[in-house]
């Protein structure tokens, strides 16, 4: 009989990296999730408790942050409303893939948090006007690090400011821009 979709989803039957995880593990990588959507937002945790009107308030949240302290579903639903964000994005990368293996929809190219890696073989095949500039400075980058694997290459922040201009768009809309255009390693490959 099929496993129920709580059942595959509660903290008891969770696994990370083939292992079974605690609650309190889960916990700890969901609220880092949390916080990392927080600071892509620009907003600290007084800003959240001030602009939801005191829904959720400061020590709370930070609790959640630090994962002392249960997320509720609704919660969390709510939490991702405010964000304006997929609530798959509050949730860590492992329980994303479980979420796609359970309702078959894939995952995004990049979560938030993420280090952004360049599929260097689909930066061959791909085409657009910014495609060509990218990839000299890529090149650019492979030599100055000595790194010729010819698979991926791992963009540092730095990189990633040089980037957005060549995109034409903010630090933290570069990578999901590179994802869009298809140049990013997806985030279930290893």
């Not at 990588?29 to 620009?42: A, H, N």
């Not at 800003?47 to 509720?72: H, N, P």
């Not at 990049?110 to 599929?119: N, S, T």
Request: proline residues 5%; negative net charge; aromatic residues 6%.
């Amino acid at each position: 009989m099929a496993e129920s979709f709580s059942r595959k989803f509660s903290p008891e039957v969770r696994r990370a990296g083939g292992h079974e995880a605690s609650d309190s593990d889960y916990s700890i990588r969901l609220g880092e999730r949390i916080r990392v959507i927080r600071r892509q937002k620009r907003l600290s945790l007084q800003d959240v408790e001030a602009r939801s009107e005191a829904e959720f308030k400061a020590s709370v949240l930070g609790a959640y942050e630090r994962g002392e302290r249960a997320v509720s579903v609704p919660r969390l639903h709510r939490l991702a409303e405010f964000y304006d964000v997929p609530v798959d994005q509050l949730l860590p990368a492992a329980d994303v893939e479980l979420v796609v293996e359970a309702v078959g929809v894939e995952p995004p190219a990049w979560l938030p948090g993420q280090k952004v890696v360049i599929d260097l073989a689909a930066l061959v095949d791909s085409v657009g006007p910014e495609v060509e500039l990218i990839r000299r400075y890529l090149g650019i980058i492979q030599v100055k690090r000595q790194d010729f694997n010819g698979r991926v290459l791992t963009i540092r922040q730095d990189d990633l400011q040089a980037l957005a201009a060549i995109l034409a768009t903010s630090v933290d809309d570069a990578a999901p821009r590179l994802a869009e255009m298809g140049l990013l390693r997806p985030v279930n490959s290893s």
